[in-house]
């Protein structure tokens, strides 16, 4: 039994939250042990090694002398080098006074350049790492869809089908099917074909070709609802079969989803089948900005879920080459989407109401975690990289803003004054919370 599906019924607040703190600890984990290794390669002395703020729940000394430690208040960590004058950097002038050449040569402070862009450089490219593999591991172990399509598992649906298990789709409704690899053909020939509630599918079923009936390839089915949607408020489920809108029967998943994008967000009423038991809900669609192939956004209504075929299709192990590549495709994906939204919030094309805050993140961890541990491993995935990415951006207190410091650098020669770092630290901590008030304020009142 997979224990996150039941998180909806034991205590949901409780496990929103903790499922929020587990991912946020090993992103945070990975994201500082970058720092704690890469600079204890380079010669710079790992003092502390925190897992959260504030008061210490635990901690012990390792051979090397480090502090491990777990602090009470989860969100963040910190390490703490010699020299440093407190988890967020600052030279300890005290500390350093008086310290030979090889203690200096073993301070953050007193290290090389190249030591010290190594080191903060670290954080950000673990979480990138650790994205990458999560993202491979879960496409090896999910598989890819098998060339040529074949019905892996039937999908339970209000209609009786004829297709069975094995059954390879050769046609459907007489009009060979492309090669699934062939994204581009494949998706023109789905759009083609008609919409009609049965069709004909043409299938090599123990070596021979028949034609058997079945229902609409993209039925009304939910296959995923989306964290923090207005499907999840109204309480639809994964496996949840749409088969009427305000009263008019569907049979196709376009059918759901020109209603929904004509609705202006006006309230829709949805007839459900779950298990042979029709249920009735009402929800409103929420108005969302989504990202374009051009690079701009376009504003839909949506209510949240996400369909597919009428069955599971089997699925083929891919090679390592191809999940590893694909990996590192869907971390760049991630970066250009987060790059791309948050310049269309700051030029005011789309709305800071697709900014998420705290309660945001962790409402999508605990949905994501109660449909599933791939999902939740998956988001881990993704928020890694959002976490690796927000990092680099060259604003003081960040680790980019750190870079900008060390590019400075190495151009004129010499460090910034310790009055210049102390102003342009405060701007930066002011532009961090500012962010942040900005995406609680999206949570609470967008």
């Known amino acids: ?220 089915l939910v296959t995923q609802v989306a964290p923090r949607s207005a499907a999840g408020d109204a309480g639809i489920k994964q496996g949840d079969v749409i088969t009427a809108i305000n009263g008019d029967p569907i049979f196709a998943f376009d059918q759901l989803k020109q209603v929904v994008e004509g609705s202006e967000g006006a309230t829709l009423a949805l007839t459900l089948w779950r298990s042979g038991e029709a249920i009735d809900v009402e929800l409103t669609p929420k108005r969302i900005d989504e990202p374009q192939p051009d690079g701009g956004f376009k504003t839909f209504y949506r209510i949240g879920i996400i369909g597919g075929i009428l069955f599971e299709p089997a699925t083929q192990t891919p090679g390592f080459g191809e999940a590893i590549s694909a990996g590192v495709g869907q971390v760049g994906r991630i970066m250009q989407g987060s790059i791309s939204g948050l310049w269309h919030m700051a030029t005011g094309a789309i709305s800071t109401c697709n900014l998420s805050g705290p309660i945001g993140i962790a409402e999508t961890s605990g949905d994501l975690a109660s449909q599933g541990t791939v999902n939740f491993i998956w988001f881990i995935a993704v928020l890694s990289t959002a976490v690796g990415l927000l990092n680099l951006f060259p604003i003081p207190v960040l680790d980019g803003g750190h870079l900008v410091f060390y590019a400075y650098e190495a151009v004129t020669g010499r460090q910034p004054s310790e009055k210049v770092l102390q102003v342009l630290m405060t701007l930066g901590l002011t532009v961090v919370l500012g962010v942040m008030i900005l995406g609680l304020s999206s949570d609470l009142f967008c």
Do not use: C
Request: charged content about 15%; cysteine-free.
């Open 1 to 220: 039994m997979d224990l996150t599906t039941l998180i909806p019924q034991f205590g949901g607040l409780i496990w929103t939250l903790a499922f929020f703190v587990v991912a946020l600890s090993v992103i945070v984990a990975i994201h500082e042990y970058g720092h704690y290794i890469v600079g204890k390669k380079t010669g710079i002395y790992p003092e502390v090694f925190s897992l959260g703020f504030g008061p210490v729940l635990w901690s012990r000394h390792d051979s090397f002398g480090t502090k491990w430690q777990i602090a009470a208040i989860p969100f963040g960590g910190f390490v703490k080098f010699r020299g440093d004058a407190n988890a967020s950097g600052g030279i300890d002038g005290d500390a350093m006074d008086g310290m030979n050449e090889a203690d200096l040569r073993s301070t953050m402070h007193g290290a090389p350049l190249w030591a010290r862009t190594a080191t903060v450089a670290a954080g950000p490219v673990f979480n990138f790492a650790l994205s990458i593999v999560i993202f491979t591991a879960v496409i090896l172990f999910k598989g890819v869809v098998a060339d040529p399509l074949t019905v892996g598992e039937l999908r339970t649906l209000p209609v009786t089908q004829e297709l069975r298990s094995g059954d390879q789709i050769v046609a459907i409704n007489g009009a060979d099917l492309p090669a699934f690899e062939d994204q581009v053909a494949y998706e023109s020939y789905m759009r083609s074909l008609p919409q009609e509630a049965m069709l004909e599918y043409t299938v090599l079923r123990d070596g021979a070709e028949q034609v058997v009936q079945g229902p609409y390839v993209y039925p009304p």
